[in-house]
C-alpha cells in the first residue's frame, strides 16, 4: 500500500473510531483528542518519511548529481526524532567523482547532518525546556519522540554554544533619557570538581514602574552575563549597548550599583558619567554581621552612616572592636569597619535623590541562581557559561527556536552542494497528486467531513 495512502488511512480510522467512542460515551473530550493526536503523529511519521525518499528519488534522476557524484550505496536506513515521534526513512550514499568526498546528498539539501538524530524543531524544544528545567526532567518529557538521555540533552546545549550577550537585536531607533540604572551582581555556582565559580550578572534600565503593591517593573531592561568572560569584556558589551540603544547626549548620569566589588567598581571606566553606588542589601549584611554580639551598637551605627558622620562611624567601630575580645568576632567587626570607610561616598550616594535603589540580589535569584545554584548539582565551565547565556538571551526577550532557525538556514546555504532541475521537482509532484488522486474515499460520490479534509489536502 502507497505510504501516503496508509497515513491518510490512519487518520481517518483513528477519527471514526474515536469519535464514536465519544458518542457512545466511552471517552471524554480531553482522550478524544490524546487519542487523534497519537494516530495523527503516527501518520506524520510515515508522510516525512515518505517526503525524504521522494526528495532521495529527486536527488538521485537530477541531471546535476549524475554528472558530479557516483552512487555508492543505495537505501541506507537511517532515523530521526521528531516532534511526532521517530521517522526512519531510506537514502542514497554517493560519492563525488573528482574529489572522493563522500555525502548522503538529499539529507545535505534539507540541512539532515552526517550523524544527526533529531530534527531542529526537536532540539530547539530541548534547549527551550532545558532553560527551566534539569536536563533529566527534559528527556522524560520528551521521551516520545526518542529522547530518554539527559546527556542528549546536554549536548544540544553544547552544541548550541554560549549565546552572545549582544544576540537580541536591539530597536534603531535611539532612546532618550536623562538617567541610566545598571545593577551588576554575582551568582556562587558549584563545579563538578567540587569548586566553586562566580557568573556575573549586570542589567540595564530606566527605572521603574510599580505594578501593583510590592511589585515594580524595570524599564526597557536589558541583561548581560559571563563567567569565562573577562570583566573588561563583559563591561564593554554593556557599553556598545548604551551606545547603540540610547542618545548619549541626552544622558547626564549613570548609576552603577553593586556590593562594591572590584569587577563591579570596573564599569565607572567603561561608563560615561557613571557614579558607583553602594548596594544597600549587602551593607546591611555587613552592619548585621558586626553588631550581632553589640545589638546596642546597631541603631546609632546607622544613623552615624546616614547622616555623613564618618568620623563618629570609625569611632565607633574602634569602641566595638574594644569590647570584642573573641577574635572571629574581631575580624568581622574589622571587615565591616573596612567596608564601610572604604566605599563611604558610595553610601552616601544612597541618599540622592535621583536614587531609587538596587535590586540586584533579587535578579541574580530570579535571572540566574533558579537554574544555576538554587538547587545541588555540578556544571563544567561551559556548560554554566552556556545556561547562563541562554537564561539570559531567553529574559532579554529572545527566541530559541528562531535563533537556532536562523543559524541552520545559514549551514544549509553553506553546505548545499547539488541543485535540483525544475523538471524532475514537477515529475514528482505530478506524481504525489496522482497518488491522493487514487485514494478510494476521496473519488465517491458521498460527500463527508474526512472526504472534505482529503480533498483541502489536495487543494480542491
Given at each position: 500500500m502507497n505510504i501516503i495512502q496508509e497515513a491518510l488511512?490512519?487518520?481517518?480510522?483513528?477519527?471514526?473510531?474515536?469519535?464514536?467512542?465519544?458518542?457512545?460515551?466511552?471517552?471524554?473530550?480531553?482522550?478524544?483528542?490524546?487519542?487523534?493526536?497519537?494516530?495523527?503523529?503516527?501518520?506524520?511519521?510515515?508522510?516525512?518519511?515518505?517526503?525524504?525518499?521522494?526528495?532521495?528519488?529527486?536527488?538521485?534522476?537530477?541531471?546535476?548529481?549524475?554528472?558530479?557524484?557516483?552512487?555508492?550505496?543505495?537505501?541506507?536506513?537511517?532515523?530521526?526524532?521528531?516532534t511526532m515521534g521517530l521517522v526512519t526513512y531510506k537514502r542514497t550514499y554517493y560519492t563525488h567523482k573528482k574529489t572522493k568526498e563522500y555525502a548522503y546528498l538529499s539529507d545535505e539539501l534539507v540541512g539532515i547532518e552526517t550523524h544527526q538524530r533529531k530534527d531542529l524543531n526537536v532540539a530547539t524544544m530541548l534547549v527551550s525546556k532545558a532553560t527551566d528545567k534539569s536536563y533529566q526532567q527534559v528527556a522524560d518529557e520528551t521521551s516520545f519522540c526518542g529522547i530518554h538521555s539527559k546527556t542528549t540533552v546536554m549536548n544540544e546545549i553544547r552544541k548550541l554554544g554560549a549565546i552572545p550577550n549582544e544576540a537580541v537585536a536591539i530597536d534603531k531607533t535611539k532612546?532618550?533619557?536623562?538617567?541610566?540604572?545598571?545593577?551588576?551582581?554575582?551568582?556562587?555556582?558549584?563545579?563538578?570538581?567540587?569548586?566553586?565559580d562566580i557568573v556575573k550578572i549586570i542589567y540595564v534600565h530606566e527605572g521603574r514602574q510599580k505594578i501593583s503593591?510590592?511589585?515594580?517593573?524595570?524599564?526597557?531592561?536589558?541583561?548581560?552575563?559571563?563567567?569565562?568572560?573577562?570583566?573588561?569584556?563583559?563591561?564593554?558589551?554593556?557599553?556598545?549597548?548604551?551606545?547603540?540603544?540610547?542618545?548619549?547626549?541626552?544622558?547626564?548620569?549613570?548609576?552603577?550599583?553593586?556590593?562594591?566589588?572590584?569587577?563591579?567598581?570596573?564599569?565607572l571606566n567603561w561608563i560615561a558619567k557613571s557614579e558607583f553606588v553602594l548596594d544597600k542589601f549587602h551593607l546591611a549584611k555587613y552592619i548585621r554581621a558586626a553588631t550581632a554580639h553589640l545589638d546596642y551598637t546597631?541603631?546609632?551605627?546607622?544613623?552615624?552612616?546616614?547622616?555623613?558622620?564618618?568620623?563618629?562611624?570609625?569611632?565607633?567601630?574602634?569602641?566595638?572592636?574594644?569590647?570584642?575580645?573573641?577574635?572571629?568576632?574581631?575580624k568581622v567587626v574589622l571587615d565591616a569597619k573596612k567596608y564601610v570607610l572604604n566605599n563611604w561616598k558610595a553610601i552616601q550616594r544612597q541618599e540622592s535623590r535621583e536614587y531609587i535603589g538596587c535590586?540586584?540580589?533579587?535578579?541574580?535569584?530570579?535571572?540566574?541562581?533558579?537554574?544555576?545554584?538554587?538547587?545541588?548539582?555540578?556544571?563544567?565551565?561551559?556548560?554554566?557559561?552556556?545556561?547562563?547565556?541562554?537564561?539570559?538571551?531567553?529574559?532579554?526577550?529572545?527566541?530559541?527556536s528562531e535563533y537556532m532557525m536562523k543559524r541552520k538556514e545559514t549551514q544549509i546555504k553553506e553546505k548545499r552542494v547539488?541543485?535540483?532541475?525544475?523538471?524532475?521537482?514537477?515529475?514528482?509532484?505530478?506524481?504525489?497528486?496522482?497518488?491522493?488522486?487514487?485514494?478510494?474515499?476521496?473519488?465517491?460520490?458521498?460527500?463527508?467531513s474526512a472526504s472534505k479534509w482529503l480533498k483541502a489536502v489536495r487543494g480542491l
Open positions: 488511512e490512519i487518520i481517518i480510522i483513528a477519527y471514526q473510531e474515536n469519535l464514536q467512542k465519544a458518542l457512545s460515551g466511552n471517552i471524554n473530550f480531553n482522550e478524544f483528542t490524546k487519542n487523534l493526536e497519537t494516530e495523527l503523529h503516527k501518520a506524520g511519521t510515515l508522510m516525512v518519511g515518505e517526503a525524504l525518499e521522494t526528495l532521495d528519488r529527486t536527488v538521485k534522476e537530477s541531471k546535476d548529481r549524475k554528472k558530479n557524484w557516483y552512487v555508492e550505496r543505495i537505501k541506507d536506513i537511517n532515523s530521526l526524532a521528531t532612546r532618550d533619557t536623562p538617567i541610566l540604572y545598571i545593577e551588576a551582581d554575582e551568582d556562587h555556582v558549584a563545579l563538578q570538581n567540587g569548586s566553586k503593591k510590592g511589585r515594580n517593573k524595570l524599564l526597557n531592561v536589558r541583561y548581560f552575563t559571563g563567567a569565562k568572560q573577562s570583566s573588561e569584556e563583559l563591561w564593554l558589551d554593556v557599553a556598545k549597548y548604551i551606545d547603540e540603544a540610547y542618545n548619549s547626549e541626552t544622558i547626564t548620569k549613570v548609576f552603577i550599583s553593586g556590593d562594591g566589588a572590584f569587577w563591579i567598581k570596573e564599569g546597631r541603631e546609632p551605627l546607622w544613623n552615624y552612616i546616614y547622616q555623613g558622620m564618618k568620623n563618629a562611624t570609625e569611632e565607633l567601630f574602634d569602641i566595638m572592636l574594644s569590647n570584642t575580645e573573641d577574635q572571629h568576632k574581631r535590586s540586584a540580589e533579587g535578579h541574580v535569584s530570579h535571572v540566574l541562581s533558579d537554574r544555576l545554584s538554587s538547587r545541588p548539582k555540578g556544571w563544567s565551565e561551559d556548560g554554566m557559561e552556556q545556561m547562563a547565556r541562554l537564561r539570559v538571551f531567553s529574559f532579554n526577550g529572545g527566541d530559541i547539488i541543485k535540483l532541475d525544475a523538471r524532475i521537482i514537477k515529475k514528482h509532484h505530478r506524481i504525489s497528486c496522482e497518488t491522493l488522486d487514487n485514494i478510494t474515499i476521496m473519488n465517491i460520490g458521498k460527500t463527508n
